[in-house]
């Protein structure tokens, strides 16, 4: 028989107050009172802390746990280091991805967010339109590729480009300058989801039925059948 779970004395709970790309900046209590805080740089160096009590809150930028001892932040792949604004373990993917393997959300750590350290796809809205909440991304026009949102492929290994997709003009493009993209679930493998992109065969664009969200779409399942092939697996470095 399992012993029960002992009780807890003083059992609070607290609310994670967080800044536009997800990083916690405050632990508020149940009646709003500040009990933690932090300021952070850019790259997720602490500036600043405060706490009203013994609190220790281990998440540090999306995605990251923080370690006392070794002072890194465990990133699920791999080990990141605020202090020298880099990664301090190697992409999983090697060189494959290109020559920078500790590079850090493209460098852009204001607007760009690295999770996991792999690429991601993430949606915006629409040129002209500010988010339009489920009406911009929820799991039944996801699924028909009817959602009021731009998708957009996201590349973590360094190398160029970025970003890519697929819009209106019946061409793929980068966008230089990303702003208000909201990640969405998944991470994939950075050399294979850039040869599963490279092989979609472009066509004129649809506002139904070849859209932005039909291209994306495209890519994963080519991602899905490359990640089958030992040839694929081979030259990306997974085998």
């Not at 280091?81 to 590079?103: M, V, W």
């Not at 796809?121 to 799991?139: E, K, V």
């Not at 009817?146 to 980068?174: R, V, W, Y």
């Not at 990303?178 to 490279?198: E, L």
């Amino acid at each position: 028989m399992l012993d029960e779970e002992p009780a807890i004395k003083d059992k609070q709970v607290h609310l994670y107050q967080c800044d536009h790309l997800g990083t916690p900046t405050a632990l508020t209590n149940q009646n709003g009172g500040i009990e933690w805080s932090v300021e952070l740089d850019a790259w997720g160096e602490i500036l600043s802390k405060r706490s009203t009590r013994a609190i220790y809150q281990s998440i540090s930028l999306q995605g990251q746990h923080y370690d006392l001892e070794s002072d890194l932040r465990y990133n699920r792949h791999r080990y990141y280091k605020a202090a020298i604004q880099r990664y301090a373990s190697q992409d999983p993917i090697g060189l494959t991805g290109g020559i920078n393997t500790y590079a850090f959300a493209n460098d852009n750590p204001i607007i760009v967010i690295d999770p996991k350290g792999l690429a991601y796809f993430a949606y915006r809205p629409l040129s002209g339109l500010p988010w339009l909440g489920a009406a911009s991304n929820n799991p039944i026009d996801n699924y028909f590729n009817t959602s009021l949102s731009h998708e957009q492929l996201f590349f973590e290994d360094g190398a160029a480009p970025s970003n890519i997709g697929f819009f209106g003009d019946s061409t793929l493009q980068t966008e230089t300058n990303p702003q208000g993209y909201r990640r969405t679930p998944g991470s994939y493998n950075d050399c294979v989801i850039r040869k599963a992109a490279s092989n979609i065969k472009i066509s004129k664009y649809k506002l139904f039925g070849n859209n932005c969200q039909t291209w994306a779409d495209n890519v994963r399942d080519e991602y899905e059948r490359l990640m089958k092939n030992p040839d694929t697996l081979k030259e990306c470095g997974l085998l």
